[in-house]
């Protein structure tokens, strides 16, 4: 990779998940880098992403556990919840990660550049009054919040900004049925907020299990969220002295202190130069990109949520990862095969694998293995919710194809069934596993008679 013609052999535009690695890992085969950031160091994940909103979990969880405390014999007077004080500790933590974000970077040798960067021809970067040539370069510039332009839309806020509101609204509208709705509904309503999540379709969280999807709607309708599926949103309007109202087109009408826009997020890849190099983007804004992350143009690759493959970090990390050994002459194409995700809503999600439907579609005969109980904690805790397990199983192979869950620790138990489903683990083989008593998670290897044929 290295060539003295240019400054560096690569520079990286954006230090977020997937362009931190990159350099990162760039760096340590011996190329000379530089990574060019406008912002924090960490991207959105570190900074507006899954680490302060995974805090605010944490912080939301508190709540059940003060509730479920009593039937285990516990006497407490009512606990009091401090907004401030939990973005105070929140900011110090986040700190303390661009501060080690930092020393990675110093540390591999890589350059930081502070400044928002351009391209102004094939090898040359602008970056702030500066510029510098390389070999090549890599986009890792991430994305934003979307908003539709409706009416009143300026009225709400975006996900960045929840991270930094003086306080907790008293009542709070989320608009949206995606991760960042769902995750941040179950937050706000843990911390005391009342929460009206709307959504345009008939049940949120499109493109998961369907059993998933309405164990879900069920447990947070339990929880006192006010879901209000099938609503279109119009326009916002302000109420003096009262709030903002989310007004639909039959009539409908939410009122709350504050709105949040989670209607999605757009590639961050405007004015980089790109097109004027030559550099396609789809009509999306997204870098289009082949399976080794190149771009149109040879020597320019992008990764991570700039390209919209999947706005996930550890895809942004597998793609930089991959990346860096194409470059190093061994070209590595990224395995978007049975990746893993949660849901950190309140009860969690996680999933690995075909949903049922898509099983289906891809022409599957399958078997349904299905569980719903109540979690131990719940007997004594009295806690009125229930967990949902459910195995997509291939009849002819018995290759499990698909493993999901609503319950606590969802995304923890997940992960290794991830390993197992890479390994192509089949029925037999989870049934020949020892569960772990007494867990939730054992409900995976002892379901035995299948719900559906
Ligand atoms: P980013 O991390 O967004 O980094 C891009 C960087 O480029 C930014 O720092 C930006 O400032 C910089 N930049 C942009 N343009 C320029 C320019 N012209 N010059 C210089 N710098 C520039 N994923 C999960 O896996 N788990 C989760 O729990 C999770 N939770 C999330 C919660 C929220 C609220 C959000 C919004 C996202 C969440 N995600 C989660 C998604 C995850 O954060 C992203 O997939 C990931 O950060 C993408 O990494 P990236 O490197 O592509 O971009
Ligand atoms: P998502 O794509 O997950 O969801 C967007 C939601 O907004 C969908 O319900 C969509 O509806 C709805 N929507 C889109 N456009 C409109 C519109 N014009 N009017 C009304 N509703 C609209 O996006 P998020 O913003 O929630 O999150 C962005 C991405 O970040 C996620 O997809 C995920 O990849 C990542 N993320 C991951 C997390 C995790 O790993 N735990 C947590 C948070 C984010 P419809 O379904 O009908 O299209």
Not at 34 to 58: D, F, H, I, Q, S
Request: proline share 5%; net charge negative.
């Amino acid at each position: 990779m290295t060539n003295s013609v240019y400054d560096y052999d690569l520079v990286v535009v954006g230090a977020g998940s997937g362009g931190v690695r990159a350099a990162r890992m760039a760096a340590a085969r011996g190329a000379r880098v530089a990574v060019a950031e406008e912002g924090r160091l960490g991207g959105t994940c570190v900074n507006v992403g899954c680490v302060p909103k995974k805090l605010m979990v944490y912080a939301a969880q508190f709540a059940d556990a003060f509730d479920d405390a009593g039937g285990f014999g516990w006497k407490s007077s009512a606990p009091a919840f401090s907004w401030p004080d939990l973005i105070a500790a929140k900011d110090d933590e986040i700190a303390r990660l661009n501060g080690v974000y930092r020393r990675l970077l110093d540390g591999s040798g890589v350059e930081i550049v502070e400044g928002r960067a351009s391209l102004a021809d094939r090898h040359t970067i602008v970056i702030g009054d500066t510029h510098c040539t390389t070999e090549a370069v890599l986009i890792a510039t991430g994305g934003r919040p979307f908003v539709p332009g409706v009416p009143g839309a300026e009225l709400g806020i975006v996900s960045d900004a929840v991270f930094t509101l003086p306080d907790l609204p008293p009542r709070i509208g989320i608009i949206g049925g995606g991760y960042i709705a769902v995750e941040f509904a179950g937050i706000m309503r843990g911390l005391g907020a009342e929460v009206s999540l709307i959504y345009r379709g008939p049940l949120f969280l499109r493109g998961f299990d369907d059993d998933v999807r309405a164990t879900l709607a069920g447990e947070m309708v339990k929880r006192g969220i006010n879901l209000c599926f099938n609503m279109e949103v119009e326009r916002l309007e302000e109420l003096i002295g009262d709030g903002i109202r989310v007004c639909g087109p039959t009539g409908d009408e939410i009122d709350s202190d504050l709105v949040l826009w989670a209607t999605g997020r757009v590639p961050n890849t405007a004015d980089l130069g790109l097109e004027a190099l030559g550099v396609e983007l789809d009509g999306n804004g997204a870098v289009v990109v082949n399976e080794y992350s190149e771009t149109t143009l040879p020597g320019i690759y992008a990764i991570g949520d700039c390209t919209d493959r999947m706005a996930l970090t550890p895809v942004a990390i597998g793609e930089a990862m991959a990346l860096v050994e194409t470059l190093n002459g061994n070209p590595t194409a990224m395995n978007y095969d049975n990746i893993p995700t949660a849901v950190f809503s309140r009860p969690q999600v996680g999933m690995v694998g075909l949903t049922e439907d898509k099983a289906r579609a891809a022409g599957h005969e399958i078997r349904i293995f299905r569980s719903t109980f109540r979690p131990m904690l719940n007997t004594l805790s009295g806690r009125d919710e229930h967990t949902m397990m459910k195995l997509v199983v291939d009849r002819i192979s018995d290759r499990v194809l698909g493993v999901h869950m609503v319950g606590p620790d969802a995304g923890e138990i997940m992960q290794g069934f991830a390993v197992a489903l890479k390994c192509g683990a089949t029925k037999a083989q989870f049934d020949a596993t020892v569960g772990i008593h007494p867990t939730a998670a054992e409900e995976f290897v002892t379901m035995r008679e299948p719900v559906e044929e």
